[in-house]
């Protein structure tokens, strides 16, 4: 959709000429709130396309399943985007966990209210005399598996950040 930007608006102290300019401004007001659910929606899709990438690039693929979940949408009641990772394990790739995601932590710790090594599957932090301080783990197959944790990998801070850049030039571009 293209819109054009107005510059001014021309009127006379007559009460014709201040109902035209009313008109006027009522129409600039639809344009820019369609321009606006636009350039929302827009950076929605966009953003989805940033996450995904962003997944590829930190290496946070294993099984698919974190770049599957990730959907975006518009709500014009609300006038809000989301992005959204549904994986369970979202938050784990994004703020990193035990010893390693400690000493490599989110670009903003204070963004969640995240803790390393603890957890209900983290039965105890304790020193493995071969691999270190981590803890085991029940895996998906049954056996236990030791871990020290992971680094922080934060695609969808990376996303945010992405978008905050985007936003003016998908801007211009919508309006142009």
């Known amino acids: 959709m293209s819109h054009k930007t107005i510059a001014s608006i021309n009127m006379t102290l007559d009460a014709k000429s201040i109902d035209n300019a009313i008109r006027e401004i009522r129409h ?22 940033e996450a995904k990438a962003q997944v590829a690039v930190m290496d946070a693929v294993d099984t698919g399943e974190l770049e599957r979940s990730i959907y975006g ?18 938050f ?5 966990t035990g010893p390693v995601g400690e000493e490599n932590q989110h670009p903003d710790p204070g963004s969640a209210a995240w803790a390393y090594n603890i957890g209900s599957t983290i039965h105890q932090n304790i020193e493995h005399p071969e691999w270190g301080v981590g803890w085991w783990y029940p895996g998906d197959d049954g056996k236990p598996h030791w871990t020290q944790g992971q680094p922080s ?8 950040m992405w978008l905050e850049e985007a936003a003016e030039t998908l801007g211009r571009t919508l309006l142009s």
């Open 28 to 49: 600039i007001q639809e344009q820019l709130v369609e321009a606006m659910n636009d350039l929302i929606q827009k950076l929605a899709d966009e953003g989805v396309k």
């Open 73 to 90: 949408y518009y709500d014009p009641q609300s006038r809000i985007g989301y992005i959204i990772a549904g994986a369970p394990h979202a």
């Open 92 to 96: 784990y790739v994004e703020y990193g």
């Open 153 to 160: 990998r934060p695609f969808m801070y990376n996303t945010m």
